[in-house]
């Protein structure tokens, strides 16, 4: 073995050897029961970021273990043809050559974006390998691919069979830029810090005016009513009048609707059905005219009269100045408010009416919702459930066509003979009128559409496949909480609708990966970001996986930082230590993939072996309770401070005793550093999977080892002293600078006779000459340590200062005071015991009762140097 490890050479050499031996197919386990998990795609555009390595690295963690619990387990990766994101690549690089899509038409500029795809699509999933993701390569999916295109064009085409897909106007949000509608997630809100107008708007009849205020007072010109609420008091004897609408002189009524907050700016809002999506419910409630007065480009049309081609912002400014000459501005403030930009190209965002294809929603809600209120599906944690039924509860209908051309183009002609709309699987040829003067619906389908098909897409639907058969309903869904409505919801609706099942039984939820200075999320527009393949080239693979899962507390947003991730690289240096010192000084080699315990282990041994079964019992627990970061925590402590600090140091001990014992002390240490690698395989399974190749028998990779099954060992009780006893010891040398090889005669005292491996365990650990014998009388001029009923005793004479031992004793002591008393602080405080999470309040009870110990003890030994 090399003396250090190297990232770089090892990750390199196994990724391949895992996908050749197929390993990641879930054909590895023929017999086993299904698991299934499908990867959330990623843009087909895009590069590995943060928040890819840590979903994935969730992901293979569970896939990982499920494989090796002998589950015939699947994760099926693929990307998402991700209409927008993708067309806006393409038409950047027409741009650098002066053209437009336009310039190639629709199929030539669909061509060139295939061309695109078959030349730079693979960069994610070449990265996704790097990042070490056990994903099927044979059952790998596109959005756009041809199986899962018919999908999409069945379900279009049965829900507007069945009256849930309509075509009609309604508000949406369109971004001038890319001249398209957008979805809810391509719309980012940021704070903006502009003006609210308040305006005067006349009665008809002279009796005075009402006041509104507007952030956007260029939509004013399609103003087609002023609201107030039914019961605000002020304006009780105003509703049912006309007013005139300033500049334009249009007269608009006064009307009453509960939609109206009475708390913002005068409690009267003005109604831009056009324009605004309450305004348009008000309108439709009320019966208004919809006057469109800013364009697709972001202009005034012809019905903002003399503002007409003007651009929305620059008639903004010519509309105030316009109102201040006309004595119409009451007046203007300083407004904080979001506005929404187009996550592409930051243009902002203008709520438009506009005529667009739309999913009915409501008849989708309700078993969507029974799904996860009768525990057929489950959050991880819980509280995401209350989140999303909440959001459920207050839908709109759907907005799916996208003014693109890169995309499911929807399956809608237009006769325009007689005016039939025809909705088909197969395109057709001629109007039932008999005419052939057929045009397809130019816009595409919304990307989240044909994502929210996913989980049963990609097996195959709508045909009776044997993976669809075979591993639908998926068992666990990993992502983000940032797409629960956007990606989550709707496959869970579409699955019901089109399956009768759910599509996954667990969804984990997991945070975002962000800066830890700032708290702001992690992104290249933020110039925050963390390239991950950078990462990995420095750190290696297994180091970003294992900090990002141990700084990924179940449902809490991660912070990530260059040390955490060196720390997780020293780690990997230390399990390669520990196994190359197992195989190489302790020549342990051939370890069996499976079994092999010792039937008569030693007490060191069996004392490890218990331990063992313990952790991975408690793994399992956490494991299976998708406490990811729970679990490694524990076993990397388990690891470093139990079987590298403790178990490998009394291992050398006994590698001096007959042959039995030094039998079965090895086959100890090479069955629990299988077990440890194997534990820690889901998370680092490239270091890992190198040194099982030298440990073990050489029968069976490690990834599709079996995981652990640790037999039962009963602990000898004498541990417990000797670990305490052998820290103390450790700590007094090291307190007063005591040379290891310096003699140090140790006094050992208890009720029952301790057995002969831990006198010879503490001398070895310590360089110490322990004996049994009585308390020394007087105890003055001794240091005492005690453990389980064990105690010990130091003799100062010759060894130390007994002023200098005083001194030392009494600082300890008031630290030990301090930390007690902010202990008491925290636990007396209502505020903490009742928002803190009880294992936070019994983590801290427990370190107070610690902490007390520690001080009775130290008081103790204070007064006996007297």
Same mark, same amino acid.
């Given at each position: ?26 054909e590895v386990n023929p017999d086993g029961e299904p698991f299934s998990i ?5 843009n087909v555009t895009g590069a590995l970021h943060t928040g890819h390595a ?196 249009? /007269? ?207 097996? !195959?639907?709508?045909?009776?496949? /044997? ?6 309903? *998926? ?23 089109? *399956? ?103 007490? /060191? ?78 998370v680092i399974p490239f270091v890992t999977e190198e040194l099982w190749s ?94 389980? !009923? ?77």
């Amino acid at each position: 073995m090399n003396p250090t490890y190297q990232p770089g050479e090892v990750e390199a050499r196994w990724y391949e050897v895992w996908e050749s031996s197929g390993s990641f197919r879930p054909e590895v386990n023929p017999d086993g029961e299904p698991f299934s998990i499908v990867i959330p795609p990623p843009n087909v555009t895009g590069a590995l970021h943060t928040g890819h390595a840590l979903d994935h690295t969730m992901q293979d963690i569970i896939i990982r273990r499920k494989r090796m619990q002998g589950y015939a387990a699947l994760w099926l990766p693929g990307t998402d043809h991700a209409g927008i994101a993708t067309q806006n690549v393409v038409e950047r690089e027409l741009r650098a050559e002066g053209k437009t899509r336009h310039d190639l038409g629709r199929e030539a500029f669909i061509e060139r974006v295939w061309t695109w795809k078959a030349k730079y699509g693979s960069t994610i999933t070449d990265q996704m390998r790097r990042l070490g993701d056990s994903t099927d390569w044979s059952r790998e999916r596109f959005t756009f691919d041809e199986g899962l295109s018919r999908a999409v064009r069945r379900v279009f085409v049965t829900l507007y069979e069945e009256n849930l897909i309509y075509r009609a106007n309604r508000i949406i949000n369109w971004c001038p830029r890319c001249h398209t509608a957008l979805s809810e997630i391509e719309v980012e809100h940021e704070d903006h810090v502009g003006e609210l107008i308040h305006i005067k708007y006349p009665f008809t009849d002279g009796s005075g005016y009402i006041t509104v205020a507007t952030t956007r007072p260029e939509t004013m010109l399609g103003d087609t009513a002023v609201a107030v609420h039914p019961d605000d008091e002020r304006y009780r004897d105003a509703v049912g009048k006309m007013l005139l609408l300033p500049i334009l002189n249009r /007269e608009i009524p006064v009307v009453a609707d509960e939609g109206v907050e009475r708390d913002f700016g005068t409690g009267a809002v003005k109604v831009t059905p056009a324009h605004d999506p309450l305004d348009f419910e008000i309108g439709q409630r009320h019966g208004l005219e919809q006057i469109v007065v800013i364009d697709t480009e972001a202009n005034i049309t012809r019905a903002g009269g003399p503002y007409v081609g003007m651009d929305r912002f620059e008639a903004r400014e010519a509309i105030r100045s316009e109102l201040r000459e006309l004595g119409l501005l009451d007046s203007v403030e300083a407004h904080s408010h979001a506005v929404g930009h187009c996550s592409r190209c930051r243009t902002v965002v203008e709520p438009l009416l506009s005529l667009q294809w739309f999913v009915e929603v409501q008849s989708l809600v309700d078993p969507a919702m029974d799904a996860v209120t009768s525990g057929d599906t489950t959050f991880h944690p819980r509280r995401w459930e209350k989140n999303y039924l909440n959001w459920m509860e207050n839908l709109h209908d759907w907005c799916v066509s996208r003014q693109l051309w890169w995309g499911h183009r929807i399956p809608a002609w237009y006769c325009d003979a007689c005016g039939e709309t025809i909705v088909s699987m197969d395109d057709p040829t001629e109007c039932s009128c008999g005419s052939s003067d057929l045009r397809q619906d130019e816009d595409v389908l919304d990307t989240w559409f044909s994502s929210a098909l996913w989980p049963f897409s990609t097996l !195959g639907w709508p045909d009776d496949t /044997e993976d669809l058969a075979k591993f639908y309903p *998926t068992s666990t869904l990993v992502t983000g909480f940032d797409i629960i409505f956007f990606w989550v919801a709707r496959m869970l609706k579409m699955g019901l609708h089109f *399956t009768g099942q759910a599509p996954f039984t667990d969804i984990l939820i997991h945070g975002m990966v962000r800066d830890v200075e700032t708290g702001a999320k992690m992104s290249k527009s933020a110039g925050n970001a963390l390239d991950p393949i950078e990462l990995i080239e420095e750190y290696g693979a297994d180091s970003l996986r294992l900090s990002l899962i141990q700084a990924a507390a179940p449902g809490h947003d991660i912070p990530l930082v260059l040390d955490s991730i060196d720390a997780a690289r020293r780690f990997g240096n230390k399990l390669w230590n520990a196994v190359r010192f197992v195989v190489e000084f302790m020549e342990v080699s051939d370890v069996p993939a499976d079994g092999g315990y010792p039937e008569d282990p030693g007490p /060191e041994d069996a004392w490890v072996l218990a331990r063992l079964g313990e952790v991975t019992a408690e793994v399992d627990r956490l494991l299976d309770a998708y406490r990811l970061s729970d679990a490694f925590g524990l076993l990397y402590n388990f690891a470093w401070a139990e079987v590298f600090d403790w178990y490998l140091e009394m291992a050398k001990s006994i590698s001096g005793a007959d042959s039995a014992r030094q039998g079965a002390m090895r086959q100890t240490l090479g069955v629990v550093t299988r077990d440890v690698l194997k534990l820690f395989h889901p998370v680092i399974p490239f270091v890992t999977e190198e040194l099982w190749s030298h440990l073990g028998d050489g029968t069976t990779l490690l990834i599709v080892a079996s995981w652990p099954e640790v037999p039962h060992s009963e602990s000898p009780a004498e541990i417990t002293s000797l670990q305490g006893i052998v820290t103390g010891i450790r700590q007094f040398r090291s307190q007063h600078q005591i040379p290891r090889k310096a003699e140090m005669p140790v006094i050992v005292t208890t009720s029952d006779a301790l057995p002969l491996w831990w006198y010879n365990q503490v001398a070895s650990l310590t360089g110490a000459t322990p004996r049994a014998g009585d308390r020394p009388d007087p105890v003055a001029g001794h240091t005492r340590l005690s453990a389980d !009923g064990v105690e010990a005793f130091i003799p100062l004479t010759g060894l130390i200062d007994v002023d200098s031992e005083r001194q030392r004793i009494a600082k300890s002591i008031a630290e030990l005071e301090a930390s007690i008393a902010r202990s008491r602080t925290k636990l007396d405080n209502p505020n903490f015991r009742d928002r803190a999470p009880r294992d936070v309040v019994a983590l801290e009870e427990q370190r107070l009762a610690e902490t007390e110990t520690e001080f009775e003890k130290q008081r103790i030994q204070l007064s006996e140097l007297d």
